[in-house]
């Protein structure tokens, strides 16, 4: 898509809710007219993006915090990743998104830009979701539960005890044998 002043925007806005999709437009064009550079680096994901994402996260290959499965605001629109260029105003920008009413995710995740309470009601939805699939894989014989998807916890996958070190990997990798 392209932008006024010959920049061009990396990720589609399109999935965002309509209030979010304004606001991010207009911090968009503030940077800009700052003579920054900015970038949407991620807005919308799926379930499966997500997933992918989460477990690139809990094996060390993603430098930012990626919520689990069901639980980030950018399932559900609220959120996007945004990097500025020079790097070393990034807080001004996040600093200017709250100051305008949003939620910023501050030094540990400095491209996460979000409507107020997103996380908290994404957290919500992924914490319903993780209950609902839980009641219906309760009701399946132990062995239909090896298939059961990933992602249906809402904590960093962590090695089962009697399972050993040696699990871990797969377990960081795939999460299965957690």
């Known amino acids: ?8 925007m990396s990720a589609s806005l399109d999935g965002l809710v309509d209030e979010l999709r304004d606001a991010a437009r207009e911090l968009d064009a503030a ?33 930012f915090p990626v919520a689990p499965p069901g639980s980030s605001a950018h399932e559900y629109g609220e959120a996007f990743d945004y ?29 996460h830009f979000e409507l107020p309470g997103a996380s908290s009601r994404a957290k919500q939805a992924g914490e ?9 894989y309760n009701a399946l014989p132990w062995w239909a539960t090896i298939f059961a998807p990933l992602g249906l916890t809402n904590r960093p996958a962590e090695p089962a005890p009697i399972l050993g070190q040696g699990v ?10 957690c």
């Open 1 to 8: 898509m392209k932008k006024a002043k010959g920049h061009e």
């Open 31 to 63: 940077v800009w007219r700052s003579g920054l550079q900015g970038r949407f680096t991620s807005t919308y994901r799926t379930r499966a993006e997500q997933e992918r994402l989460y477990r690139a996260y809990i094996s060390g290959r993603h430098a």
């Open 83 to 111: 990097l500025v260029s020079p790097a070393e105003y990034q807080q001004d920008v996040g600093e200017t998104w709250v100051s305008w009413g949003g939620e910023w995710g501050g030094i540990p995740d400095m491209v």
């Open 128 to 136: 319903n979701l993780i209950q609902e699939l839980a009641r219906k």
């Open 168 to 177: 871990s990997y797969i377990c960081r990798t795939t999460g299965y044998f």
